[in-house]
């Protein structure tokens, strides 16, 4: 046997009843093997994959190796993004490089009284990134390590501006491995031009007519303006 490879997540043409383990012999044949064999069993022992009742053989002859056998690599990036700013995109951006799906957690924070409702939150990132579909948005409160294991992931992306970021998203990376040993944290920096970016640095500067170019997506300045102007009537209008 050349590889066995341990399935955690099926294309959509593909329905199984059970756990299994793939097996790919010299011939490159798939076999369907039950999740209690110990070892790679003898292929001959087993009715090939393609042939098996529980699979659509037509579909599944269509479908290439690589995307049959890839396990996807999911990162989770929370935050409140109230509004989301280009700092945050040229992060989630990057992530894409290195990650096949990313999911942002919109944070639930009833301690904070943020703009945007949740809602609204979630609508302006998925406007931003209404073209990638390797791009998720959720909602979420609690702990962010459940959330996290909730939706199949195990690594959690962070931002660091400055050295301030550092020693907060520091403690609660050693806390979040404390809680769930198996969720790893990964940092990355902004592009130089975003390091000093925040959400609410980008509203106060709004509120006090500064210019927002560069800082966040046109139609994200829109969106701000519509807010502004129905809750502060004459606010920089």
């Given at each position: 046997m050349k590889r066995v490879e341990r399935l955690r997540k099926y294309p959509s043409p593909i329905r199984v009843l059970f756990n299994v383990i793939v097996v790919r012999d010299e011939t490159l044949r798939f076999f369907l093997v039950t999740k209690n064999d110990t070892k790679p069993p003898d292929a001959s022992e087993y009715n090939e994959l393609t042939?098996?009742?529980?699979?659509?053989?037509?579909?599944?002859?269509?479908?290439?190796?690589?995307?049959?056998l890839q396990i996807e690599k999911k990162a989770v990036y929370p935050g409140s993004f109230d509004p989301i700013t280009n700092g945050h995109i040229d992060i989630i951006q990057r992530g894409l490089t290195i990650f096949d799906k990313i999911l942002v957690a919109v944070l639930e924070n009833p301690k904070k009284e943020p703009l945007f409702s949740t809602e609204e939150r979630i609508?302006?990132?998925?406007?931003?990134?209404?073209?990638?579909?390797?791009?998720?948005?959720?909602?979420?409160?609690?702990?962010?390590?459940?959330?996290?294991?909730?939706?199949?992931?195990?690594?959690?992306?962070?931002?660091?501006?400055?050295?301030?970021?550092?020693?907060?998203?520091?403690?609660?990376a050693l806390m979040n491995r404390k809680l769930e040993p198996e969720i790893e944290t990964f940092f990355m920096m902004p592009s130089v031009s975003y390091s000093f970016l925040s959400s609410k640095l980008v509203k106060e500067v709004f509120m006090l007519g500064g210019c927002l170019k560069d800082l966040v997506p046109p139609e994200i300045e829109k969106i701000l303006r519509e807010k502004f102007k129905k809750e502060h009537p004459g606010l920089n209008s």
């Open positions: 042939n098996n009742n529980f699979f659509d053989k037509s579909k599944f002859n269509k479908m290439k190796e690589k995307e049959f609508s302006m990132i998925q406007e931003v990134f209404s073209k990638h579909e390797n791009i998720e948005v959720k909602a979420f409160h609690g702990l962010l390590v459940e959330f996290v294991k909730n939706n199949n992931a195990k690594i959690v992306i962070k931002g660091l501006r400055a050295v301030s970021d550092f020693e907060y998203e520091f403690q609660m």
